[in-house]
């Protein structure tokens, strides 16, 4: 009789539509091999780190069709990063303490024969980290920002898009109305991804991103033509780390625990910078937040997420560990580690999709 073997599955970081299609996709694929059983690691690697630990074996019970469902059944968070794990000291200041190595003993002690961490940026480096000291660990990207390179689309970013496109559709009737200029803030720190998108799926006078930074004059003489030549009502689609040429965005503080400082609120700055620039008409702004990674994933990345799922563990099958699954050209191949680490992926200036954006009548305000 073939030995039994096991593979643990864990989400880290923001949560994001189709994660549970990924999970079901690997337990699915997993269950066709008669040895292998399929476990869940609860809050990413917390549920290995912590005392007792929380990880559920993931029977056919638990993951029939959750592909359909948002979030995770895996639970997740953005404050359990092993190398730099927030640990809070007597005087209730937080120190950061590299935890890898204990993790890597208590994988080690689980005898799991692959991992597959489903992850954006952040915890693709977490990762290759891990497998440099030794652990059976495959990467699948997840993110609604579109933002890592070694990939053509992340899953959850198609959902983002037509969400926020729905929520545009919705501003444009009123804005027609009013005769407003409406202001629709969407998710994205550094990479305009959705926003870009959703302008040009929206048909936005406007459109702000942290790749271009924009000038205010530019922006009042566009929304200046359009109330005089064209329909008397601007909508414009900025993401939450855009910034003016010569200015900062606002951001909050966010809790101290956390991956990254929390942003939003760059609609309302943008609003109070119009006006003082002498843009007469009224602005609304509308922020849209987490609604853009809720809910339900659409069919493309049920799919997507899907395919993932089954080819982490087609890797885990092979022994292919160090790489992340990836979809480049219309295929779902692998990548290393190393190259999905490696670069950030920026919407770029001279990209034809910014091209063409423009070629619509789109200003990036710059
Ligand atoms: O990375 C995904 C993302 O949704 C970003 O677009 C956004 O800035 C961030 O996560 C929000 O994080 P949190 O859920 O911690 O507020």
Not at 36 to 60: C, D, H, M, R
Not at 84 to 96: E, H, L, M, N, R
Request: hydrophobic share 40%.
């Amino acid at each position: 009789m073939e030995k039994t073997k096991k593979v643990l599955i864990l989400t880290g970081g923001g949560d994001c539509p189709g994660l549970n299609a990924v999970i079901r996709g690997v337990a699915k694929r997993a269950r066709k091999e008669k040895n292998w059983e399929v476990y869940g690691s609860i809050e990413a690697f917390n549920g290995v780190l912590n005392e007792p630990q929380e990880i559920i074996k993931l029977t056919s019970k638990r993951t029939a069709g959750i592909h359909i469902r948002g979030g995770t059944i895996l639970k997740t968070t953005n404050k359990g990063n092993p190398i730099q794990f927030p640990q809070k000291q007597a005087d209730g200041t937080i120190k950061f303490i590299d935890r890898s190595d204990e993790l890597v003993k208590k994988l080690n002690d689980l005898h799991f024969d692959a991992i597959i961490n489903i992850g954006g940026d952040g915890s693709q480096k977490i990762s290759k980290t891990l497998f440099d000291k030794g652990v059976p660990i495959i990467g699948v990207p997840k993110t609604i920002d579109n933002d890592l390179s070694a990939t053509d689309l992340t899953f959850g970013f198609q959902t983002a898009v037509q969400i926020a496109t729905d929520s545009f559709d919705k501003l444009v009737t009123t804005a027609e109305s009013h005769h407003r200029v409406m202001i629709m803030e969407v998710m994205g720190r550094d990479a305009g991804w959705i926003a870009l998108h959703t302008a040009i799926a929206g048909g936005a006078e406007i459109c702000l991103i942290p790749e271009i930074p924009y000038d205010i004059e530019k922006l009042v003489k566009r929304i200046e033509l359009r109330y005089k030549k064209g329909r008397g009502f601007v909508n414009i689609v900025i993401a939450e780390g855009a910034k003016p040429k010569d200015g900062t965005i606002t951001a909050s503080a966010g809790e101290k625990e956390s991956e990254h400082v929390r942003l939003g609120g760059v609609a309302f700055q943008l609003s109070k910078q119009l006006k003082d620039a002498g843009v007469k008409a009224e602005i609304r702004e509308t922020v849209l937040g987490h609604v853009q990674r809720g809910g339900s994933p659409v069919a493309f990345d049920r799919v997507l997420a899907s395919l993932f799922g089954v080819k982490a563990f087609e890797l885990a099958l092979e022994g292919k560990f160090g790489h992340m699954v990836a979809l480049k050209n219309n295929s779902i191949v692998s990548v290393t580690l190393k190259e999905a680490t490696k670069d950030y992926n920026f919407v770029k200036k001279d990209s034809y999709l910014v091209q063409a954006a423009k070629g619509l009548g789109i200003s990036f305000g710059d």
